[in-house]
């Protein structure tokens, strides 16, 4: 099977005439150098689509991009995509090239598609609808889990045929890193107007998925991703042996508070040989359920970011007026104070990351990117003056004044994390100790 079904091609733009195949685990395209696909095209977000075979279908996503991801001019959430349709993104349109896949007799292979997801945001039948939607959610982890399994005991087969019956299974006395880690989590809450859905996942390869739809007033929907540290990946881990997860029933259910509304959580993992599935439906939840679910929580909204989401969207919107007003206060007092223009980047960035899950953003959404790189390139310029002085002064042995540019440049760059921060640290311990000895 061909390891590539579909490639995209570069239709019109800066790039036009490149293709690009899309893997089976997806590709992210934006103006990001951490993205598959990066063009530096400024009407561009940094993360804005991710291209995703979903079986024999390929399905773009918008991550909750500034400019909005288009399908045939029109704007998305996600869409399946066939090989007429145009994806525009910034200055760039793409459309889509797909492959036959032919085994070695030349005989075409097709995949059965991906099961849909559905949502549904009425109550009419509602308790159908529900169970429905509750096996639609949970069959694609199952189909994992369940092709995992037989890769992993066709490959032990393949290896050992005679030592595979008496290999011992997985256990919780097993090293960590030897465990392979599935899991799936989903949060549903909603009544007859509004439908907020959580969804969070692990695939064994450590990517962590989150996929937040809020159909509120907010109607915001989040897309993100990313590979989990793998010192991290152990200690979530660890957490998950020691929760008390795998103790738990399979249901929990109770009664509505209110008609017509649902309180959902589900989760299902799969770590080393132990598999279990817990659902709890319109009750309180055990306590080992309660506890391990908010810490998958705090974990991906610490490792994504996204604590945002909590907030509703006016008091995010006010959030980032507020940062953009601190931002050009600092860039117009830059003279002022040498840590102003690092301040008035900090805020631009806390701008951003509140209107991170807000679309459309407000109108005063260019003016912070605007803003933001107009600062950047400013303080990048005046380190690179002010580092000049400061070797100047090294060269000519003028250890006082060395040592007065290089504090100029610490106070420039104030964060100790920053690499220049940490370079002109270095030279600034060196340069006071040679200064000390010229004073003997």
């Given at each position: 099977m061909n390891s590539s079904l579909y490639e995209i091609i570069i239709e019109d733009g800066p790039f036009k005439g490149r293709r690009y195949p899309v893997p089976p685990e997806g590709l992210t395209l934006g103006r990001s150098s951490?993205?598959?696909?990066?063009?530096?095209?400024?009407?561009?977000?940094?993360?804005?689509?991710?291209?995703?075979?979903?079986?024999?279908?390929?399905?773009?996503?918008?991550l909750a991009s500034a400019n909005q991801t288009l399908v045939n001019d029109k704007p998305v959430d996600e869409a399946m995509l066939t090989p007429f349709d145009r994806v525009t993104v910034g200055q760039t349109v793409i459309c889509l090239e797909k492959k036959s896949e032919q085994d070695a007799s030349g005989q075409t292979i097709t995949e059965p598609a991906a099961p849909d997801v559905i949502i549904d945001l009425g109550f009419q039948n509602r308790e159908h609808d529900i169970e429905h939607e509750r096996k639609s959610l949970l069959r694609p982890a199952l189909w994992t889990l369940a092709a995992i399994l037989v890769l992993t005991i066709g490959t032990t087969l393949m290896l050992d045929p005679a030592g595979f019956a008496k290999k011992p299974r997985l256990n919780a006395s097993q090293p960590i890193k030897e465990k392979l880690l599935l899991l799936q989590y989903e949060k549903i809450e909603a009544d007859a107007e509004n439908i907020f859905r959580y969804e969070m996942s692990i695939n064994p390869e450590g990517v962590l998925t989150v996929k937040i739809d809020d159909l509120s007033g907010k109607n915001r929907h989040v897309r993100k991703e990313k590979k989990v540290e793998a010192t991290l990946l152990d200690s979530l881990i660890a957490d998950i042996e020691n929760s008390g997860f795998f103790s738990l029933d399979k249901s929990y259910t109770g009664f509505a508070a209110q008609p017509n509304t649902l309180n959902e959580f589900s989760l299902t993992i799969a770590l080393g040989s132990n598999v279990h599935a817990c659902r709890v439906t319109n009750r309180n939840e055990p306590d080992a359920f309660k506890a391990l679910r908010e810490k998958l929580e705090t974990f991906s909204k610490n490792e994504l970011g996204i604590w945002a989401i909590q907030f509703s969207s006016e008091k995010l919107v006010a959030l980032a007026h507020d940062a953009l007003m601190l931002s050009r206060k600092k860039f117009d007092e830059k003279e002022v104070r040498y840590g102003n223009l690092f301040d008035s980047i900090r805020a631009y960035r806390e701008a951003l990351f509140y209107l991170?899950?807000?679309?459309?953003?407000?109108?005063?959404?260019?003016?912070?990117?605007?803003?933001?790189?107009?600062?950047?390139?400013?303080?990048?310029?005046?380190?690179?003056?002010?580092?000049?002085?400061?070797?100047?002064?090294?060269?000519?042995?003028?250890?006082?004044?060395?040592?007065?540019?290089?504090?100029?440049?610490c106070e420039m760059i104030p964060d100790r994390a920053d690499s220049r921060n940490q370079e002109a640290a270095r030279k600034l311990l060196d340069v006071e100790n040679r200064l000390s000895k010229t004073r003997r």
């Amino acid at each position: 099977m061909n390891s590539s079904l579909y490639e995209i091609i570069i239709e019109d733009g800066p790039f036009k005439g490149r293709r690009y195949p899309v893997p089976p685990e997806g590709l992210t395209l934006g103006r990001s150098s951490k993205c598959d696909v990066n063009f530096d095209d400024p009407a561009l977000s940094r993360s804005q689509c991710r291209f995703e075979p979903r079986g024999s279908e390929l399905w773009v996503i918008d991550l909750a991009s500034a400019n909005q991801t288009l399908v045939n001019d029109k704007p998305v959430d996600e869409a399946m995509l066939t090989p007429f349709d145009r994806v525009t993104v910034g200055q760039t349109v793409i459309c889509l090239e797909k492959k036959s896949e032919q085994d070695a007799s030349g005989q075409t292979i097709t995949e059965p598609a991906a099961p849909d997801v559905i949502i549904d945001l009425g109550f009419q039948n509602r308790e159908h609808d529900i169970e429905h939607e509750r096996k639609s959610l949970l069959r694609p982890a199952l189909w994992t889990l369940a092709a995992i399994l037989v890769l992993t005991i066709g490959t032990t087969l393949m290896l050992d045929p005679a030592g595979f019956a008496k290999k011992p299974r997985l256990n919780a006395s097993q090293p960590i890193k030897e465990k392979l880690l599935l899991l799936q989590y989903e949060k549903i809450e909603a009544d007859a107007e509004n439908i907020f859905r959580y969804e969070m996942s692990i695939n064994p390869e450590g990517v962590l998925t989150v996929k937040i739809d809020d159909l509120s007033g907010k109607n915001r929907h989040v897309r993100k991703e990313k590979k989990v540290e793998a010192t991290l990946l152990d200690s979530l881990i660890a957490d998950i042996e020691n929760s008390g997860f795998f103790s738990l029933d399979k249901s929990y259910t109770g009664f509505a508070a209110q008609p017509n509304t649902l309180n959902e959580f589900s989760l299902t993992i799969a770590l080393g040989s132990n598999v279990h599935a817990c659902r709890v439906t319109n009750r309180n939840e055990p306590d080992a359920f309660k506890a391990l679910r908010e810490k998958l929580e705090t974990f991906s909204k610490n490792e994504l970011g996204i604590w945002a989401i909590q907030f509703s969207s006016e008091k995010l919107v006010a959030l980032a007026h507020d940062a953009l007003m601190l931002s050009r206060k600092k860039f117009d007092e830059k003279e002022v104070r040498y840590g102003n223009l690092f301040d008035s980047i900090r805020a631009y960035r806390e701008a951003l990351f509140y209107l991170d899950t807000i679309n459309p953003k407000p109108d005063f959404y260019n003016s912070i990117i605007d803003g933001f790189e107009a600062a950047e390139n400013e303080l990048e310029k005046r380190y690179q003056e002010q580092r000049f002085r400061a070797d100047r002064a090294i060269n000519l042995s003028d250890w006082a004044a060395a040592a007065r540019e290089l504090r100029i440049l610490c106070e420039m760059i104030p964060d100790r994390a920053d690499s220049r921060n940490q370079e002109a640290a270095r030279k600034l311990l060196d340069v006071e100790n040679r200064l000390s000895k010229t004073r003997r």
